[in-house]
């Protein structure tokens, strides 16, 4: 997930030089999207981790 995040980014700062806003405008928007989503299920997981699949173990 986060190599889609920096793939999207990469298309955004390519887009953002030709002059093309429109798609680096939503290229920066998914690329935002993508890394935030991934860090909420790494803060997720860490604490299922830390916690409940300790005590399954």
Same mark, same amino acid.
Do not use: K, N, R, S
């Given at each position: 997930m986060i190599k889609l995040?920096?793939?999207f980014l990469i298309i955004a700062? !390519?887009?953002g030089v030709l002059?093309?806003?429109g !798609?680096?405008?939503a290229a920066v928007d998914i690329a935002m999207f993508?890394? !935030?989503?991934?860090l909420v299920l790494f803060a997720v997981l860490l604490v299922l981790?830390?916690?409940v699949f300790k005590k399954v173990t």
């Open positions: 995040a920096f793939v700062l !390519i887009a002059g093309l806003t !798609i680096a405008g993508l890394f !935030i989503a991934a981790g830390l916690t």
